[in-house]
């Protein structure tokens, strides 16, 4: 088979290996489809450091069942499947224990069936305590955000306030739930929130993009005993908060990633069956689609061109 090899910062090389072999309760996936994710291009740009290569990235397949163990049960031949695995999606071929395999109805489109970026919005959205009637502040429009969004207009959210620095990803944010939007790059954004809000502060705020400035307008308009959503990915370790702030308006403040397993499996299923009845839209999201060996591009584009409308780049091997 052929899989992506990280060699070295912003070098993937794509080599020929043997098809895995499968143990009696695993699956064997032919990869239709892989996300890029944002966690996956900070490693090959080196924002995160590697010292151990090769590395075998790739976590957000969707393919068709090549093989089964023999004592696999929940799947067969044929079936279309996304699965959790922690890296090696950016292949032609990727094996997984059967519990971590989710099928997926054949008339969803590979690319836009990535159950792991679903379950992070719907196990990001549970743990939001997003309450019927709340006024919601979402920051950060891109591809997470978008789904963060579309799970806070199933929550019950009364109001959402979408900011961002992009028009187009605005008006998409629009298009998916958002009623109020502000580009904060233009326009005011706390002074905005505030007057939308009356003063108060939103109920809760999803910080959606992993950078400091998001964070500290968060914190800015969120009101007194909210919440504060930590949605988006903050690489380094190290961020400075106003912890007087959150001291003072006595904030909840909710990490809201899941490391499990079993919880990111769960996810996958409640998104999956959102997404196949239509509650939950790919449109406008999956932007981007490279075959394997033009893998540079599509990191390249994801982190340093950023074409015009792009939102989502995904390997289709």
Request: glycine share 10%; proline share 4%.
């Amino acid at each position: 088979m052929r899989i992506a090899a990280l060699r070295g910062v912003k070098n993937f090389v794509i080599e020929s290996q043997p098809i895995p072999k499968l143990g009696s309760n695993e699956v064997l996936v032919r990869v239709k489809a892989c996300g890029v994710c944002t966690s996956d291009t900070y490693t090959w740009s080196g924002k995160i450091e590697v010292t151990d290569f090769p590395r075998y990235i790739g976590h957000e397949p969707s393919g068709v069942v090549e093989r089964i163990g023999e004592c696999v049960t929940s799947v067969n031949v044929n079936d279309h499947v996304t699965v959790w695995t922690e890296g090696g999606g950016y292949a032609e071929y990727v094996k997984v224990p059967e519990d971590y395999v989710v099928k997926i109805p054949k008339e969803l489109r590979f690319e836009e069936a990535l159950g792991e970026p679903i379950a992070c919005m719907v196990n990001g959205v549970r743990r939001s305590r997003i309450k019927l009637g709340d006024t919601v502040v979402v920051i950060g429009c891109g591809f997470m955000g978008s789904l963060f969004i579309q799970g806070t207009v199933l929550r019950g959210a009364s109001k959402i306030v979408a900011i961002d620095l992009l028009d187009e990803r605005l008006e998409l944010a629009r298009k998916l739930g958002a009623d109020i939007t502000i580009n904060s790059g233009e326009e005011d954004a706390v002074k905005m929130v505030m007057e939308i809000t009356g003063g108060k502060g939103a109920d809760v705020v999803v910080e959606a993009t992993g950078e400091q400035r998001p964070l500290d307008i968060a914190t800015e308009v969120v009101k007194i005993r909210g919440t504060l959503v930590v949605f988006g990915y903050h690489v380094g370790g190290r961020r400075s908060v106003d912890m007087a702030s959150w001291n003072w308006k006595g904030l909840d403040i909710v990490s809201a990633h899941e490391r499990d397993p079993k919880i990111y499996v769960e996810g996958m299923r409640a998104g999956i069956a959102l997404l196949s009845k239509g509650r939950l839209k790919m449109n406008g999201l999956i932007t981007h689609l490279y075959p394997l060996d033009q893998i540079n591009d599509a990191f390249m584009d994801a982190t340093e061109h950023r074409p015009r409308g792009f939102m989502k780049a995904v390997i289709t091997p």
